[in-house]
């Protein structure tokens, strides 16, 4: 029996047709050729769409709507157990390979391989202002493949993870000690299918110099390094309006700005979609004096990592004949998988016990939509309520009891669940979103049971002691900072598409050498984000701005289609409570409205990105550069 995409029956004859197409999209990819490179040699249609040629189209393999995306084999759920990412572990400056790290490029030329040394163009900023060099703690992590087994059902796969493992290890910084990585290149040359040698590291939600900041233009070759210096400090350490005077500078920002859960996944200008698919990512946690990671102490959150559990939840394509992980770079709106990993495995199993967890949920993407629910199969009518404490990087001003969390790409939430109400039970972490197509979740929320059951979680450990802070009673963790500052400038941007199929803000495409405008160091900005697409206005576009993070001021996003507002944007009028009172790093815009957003810059100065995380509306190439300087611009519509 043969089945499409849909599940619909379907003779041989047709799906051998389609698996053919499958075939041939693979062999361009395989080819390293970029969207944009097949626009300029007719593979793609004015629509946007890979040209009806025999045996390649979209259609063939998929719908008519471009959505047509894989028919992975079958694997049987919760067989293997939920991976728990290594924790990086630091090494001293002597032990990193190749020369020893410096403020100034090191641009002198490797005699094995006759390129620079290291990939980097400018100077680290942090030292001048004071920071230490070399910074206390050193890692060294290498961009290299490896193999791993996502499902026992499956081949062994090959991916690019750091240090060769995908989610790569977990990062656990400290507020106030800065700390430099050494990312080293060993990609191989041949790709396998799909992915380029050629990367970036992006510290997502990091108040990061713009030169370690993993820019998308910034990409290094194989053979070459790239010192990254993570300050880890406080956003507002070197404003105008300090907010701890006279405190040595590492330490010298906005309590109220500190963040906890980060994460770090590559960046490559155009080819992000198929490197972050292929495996580069992973967790980077932030401590400090609050959040310290020991539930006896600070504010008391389930302590790490015995009780505090990262998640990172993935989407992926498996060749239905090899089982082989697959890329499909011809889909105009977004890749869906059919299969659906944590922390790098499909549907795998927790054991837990009967007490408080702390678990830090991120959506890696590549385009889906989440909407998470605990779920228990033999009692489907049950609302299991928990607790989210933070959205994206941030903890909430105070916990906020939810139902179910919503996520875009690259959204994060940590959420307390207390699993004493569940001992001796078997639930499960269910997505009840429905999404059939890249562009967006259609808003109809699928009922307990019928959405896709992401981990099963068996609470069948020991009692044991809970000394985390129950979230029923009303903990407080930090302010937000004032809105009611007068913008210097407000600036508006439409996500939009061209009518040959490619994504465009203000109309223009991503150029690594075109500044689209200036913001001034020390002054506060609204933007406005509109998506007005007039040719697919259906799409929502997760939208993620680097460096500085935001407040939604207005416009606060619901879910497309209508579905059920109440719990994660604070209704349609009123953007400012629930779990939607917070900073966030990412916007959802959804289709045919805007947010408006207030932001402060400070601090580093240079270039930064805003682009959708959908990231492949990111790669063609819904993304523009900024600047960050001492002499801004007031260009309104940039
Ligand atoms: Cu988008």
């Known amino acids: 029996m043969y089945y499409d995409v849909h599940g619909n029956k379907i003779s041989k004859s047709q799906w051998k047709k389609m698996y053919a197409a499958f075939k041939n999209r693979q062999e361009?990819?395989?080819?390293?050729?970029?969207r944009r490179d097949l626009f300029k040699m007719g593979l793609l249609t004015s629509a946007g769409y890979l040209a009806a040629k025999e045996g390649l189209s979209a259609w063939a393999y998929g719908d008519r709507g471009g959505s047509g995306q894989c028919a992975s084999p079958t694997t049987t759920p919760f067989t293997m157990q939920l991976p728990i990412m290594p924790q990086k572990q630091p090494i001293s400056v002597g032990n990193l390979t190749g020369p020893a790290p410096q403020i100034n490029p090191n641009t002198a030329i490797n005699p094995a391989t006759g390129i620079a040394f290291e990939g980097r163009t400018r100077p680290h900023q942090a030292p001048a202002l004071g920071f230490p060099f070399p910074p206390p703690v050193v890692y060294q992590v290498s961009q290299q493949a490896g193999t791993v087994f996502m499902s026992s059902q499956l081949p062994q796969q090959t991916i690019w993870g750091f240090d060769g493992i995908s989610?790569?290890?977990?990062?656990v910084a400290n507020y106030g000690t800065p700390i430099l990585v050494r990312n080293i290149n060993n990609l191989p040359s041949s790709n396998g299918g799909f992915g380029n040698p050629s990367v970036t590291?992006?510290?997502?939600?990091?108040?990061?110099?713009?030169?370690?900041?993993?820019?998308?233009?910034?990409?290094?070759?194989?053979?070459?390094?790239?010192?990254?210096?993570?300050?880890?400090?406080?956003?507002?350490?070197?404003?105008?309006?300090?907010?701890?005077?006279?405190?040595?500078?590492?330490?010298?920002?906005?309590?109220?700005?500190?963040?906890?859960?980060?994460?770090?996944?590559?960046?490559r200008v155009d080819f992000t979609s198929q490197n972050v698919y292929k495996g580069l990512e992973g967790f980077y946690f932030l401590f400090n004096q609050f959040d310290t990671g020991n539930e006896g102490t600070g504010f008391h959150l389930p302590t790490y990592p015995d009780f505090d559990i990262p998640m990172m939840f993935a989407d992926r394509c498996f060749d239905p004949t090899t089982g082989l992980l697959a890329f499909d770079l011809f889909n105009l709106d977004g890749i869906l998988g059919d299969k659906f990993l944590v922390n790098g495995v499909i549907q795998p199993v927790l054991h837990v016990h009967p007490r408080r967890y702390r678990f830090r949920w991120l959506n890696s993407g590549p385009s889906r939509f989440y909407q998470f629910y605990i779920t228990d199969l033999n009692n489907t009518g049950a609302n299991n309520q928990f607790w989210q404490i933070s959205n994206d990087g941030n903890l909430l001003p105070t916990p906020v009891q939810v139902p179910a969390v919503q996520l875009g790409v690259a959204e994060r939430a940590d959420v307390i669940i207390d699993f004493s109400q569940f001992a001796?039970?078997?639930?499960?972490?269910?997505?009840?979103?429905?999404q059939t197509n890249g562009r967006g979740p259609t808003g109809n929320v699928l009922n307990a049971g019928q959405g896709n059951l992401l981990l099963q979680i068996v609470v069948d450990l020991p009692v044991v002691n809970d000394f985390s802070v129950n979230p029923a009673t009303g903990p407080t963790f930090y302010a937000l900072p004032s809105t009611n500052v007068a913008p210097r400038v407000t600036r508006n941007f439409n996500f939009n598409v061209t009518r040959d199929g490619q994504w465009v803000i203000n109309d223009q495409f991503m150029d690594c050498n075109t500044v689209r405008f200036m913001v001034q160091q020390n002054s506060v900005e609204n933007w406005v984000l509109?998506?007005?697409g007039f040719n697919f206005p259906q799409w929502t576009h997760p939208i993620h701005i680097h460096f500085e993070e935001h407040q939604i001021l207005s416009g606060a996003p619901g879910l497309a289609g209508g579905g059920?507002?109440?719990?994660?944007?604070g209704g349609n009028s009123s953007p400012s409570t629930g779990v939607n009172a917070t900073r966030k790093d990412v916007v959802r815009v959804l289709p045919r409205q805007s947010v408006t957003l207030f932001f402060r810059f400070r601090d580093w100065l240079g270039r930064y990105p805003m682009h959708c995380h959908n990231v492949v509306h990111e790669d063609h190439a819904m993304m523009l550069r900024w600047d960050l300087a001492t002499t801004g611009d007031t260009n309104q519509n940039p």
């Open 564 to 569: 059920d507002r109440r719990y994660f944007y």
């Open 424 to 434: 001796g039970k078997t639930i499960y972490l269910e997505n009840r979103l429905e």
């Open 530 to 532: 509109q998506n007005n």
């Open 201 to 267: 590291t992006h510290l997502h939600n990091g108040h990061t110099p713009s030169e370690s900041d993993g820019f998308p233009c910034d990409f290094f070759a194989q053979g070459q390094y790239y010192d990254h210096y993570y300050p880890n400090v406080l956003a507002g350490f070197n404003s105008d309006h300090k907010p701890a005077p006279g405190q040595p500078i590492t330490t010298a920002g906005d309590i109220n700005e500190a963040m906890s859960t980060l994460w770090y996944h590559d960046h």
């Open 28 to 34: 361009i990819i395989r080819a390293g050729l970029s």
């Open 167 to 171: 989610p790569g290890p977990t990062y």
